[in-house]
């Protein structure tokens, strides 16, 4: 971001914790300056966790980390969990983790578990929520499936599905009460939050 001090700059810098470039994109529809610093935490579920908690402890684990390195900012840490009955699904990495996830999810209802964090270590701010998503997938067939990975490959994304891109043709329905949560940053709540945390929007 440029260093010029634009009219609406924040009072306090803004951080992203976090490489994810769906982040950075949501973040930067805001049109504030801010910052990205990756974040090291072991993102391996706890025994029996439920992803909800999953999601929860992940952004703010995320955030916690960053601000500790930067404690006059204001931070910004986030997770997405796909739940299928309560099992978490996460990013599948690679091409037959993606097959077997949307191959699990076809004709199923599963829940984007999706958390925000921010954190300011100097003003003592912290708050995290959570945005949970609903969606109603599709009767994939196999050739739907593979013909979809082989065109978006989303092997980063929980889930294996893209939903801004081609991967809302796998969908019948979302539910839900922000339109960004699934991507991977729910812009509302975050606005609310680094509005609290002392960061001027518009």
Request: glycine share 6%.
């Amino acid at each position: 971001m440029s260093s010029v001090i634009a009219p609406n700059a924040p009072l306090r810098q803004l951080i992203l914790a976090s490489t994810s470039l769906y982040r950075r994109e949501l973040l930067g529809r805001l049109r504030i300056p801010f910052e990205v610093a990756a974040p090291q935490v072991d993102e391996t579920p706890l025994p029996g966790e439920a992803p909800r908690s999953l999601a929860l402890r992940l952004a703010l684990a995320k955030a916690q980390a960053v601000a500790v390195q930067f404690p006059q900012a204001v931070v910004i840490g986030s997770d997405q969990v796909a739940d299928l009955d309560g099992q978490p699904l996460g990013k599948p990495g690679q091409h037959d983790r993606a097959v077997a996830q949307l191959q699990s999810m076809r004709g199923r209802v599963v829940i984007f578990q999706t958390a925000v964090s921010v954190v300011c270590q100097a003003s003592g701010f912290a708050d995290t929520q959570l945005a949970s998503v609903k969606v109603q997938f599709r009767e994939l067939s196999d050739a739907e499936i593979e013909a979809y990975l082989q065109a978006e490959e989303p092997y980063d994304c929980a889930g294996s599905a893209k939903s801004e891109g081609l991967g809302i043709a796998l969908l019948d329905q979302i539910d839900n009460d922000d339109p960004t949560a699934l991507v991977g940053l729910p812009l509302i709540r975050t606005c609310q939050m680094i509005r609290a945390a002392g960061v001027r929007i518009l």
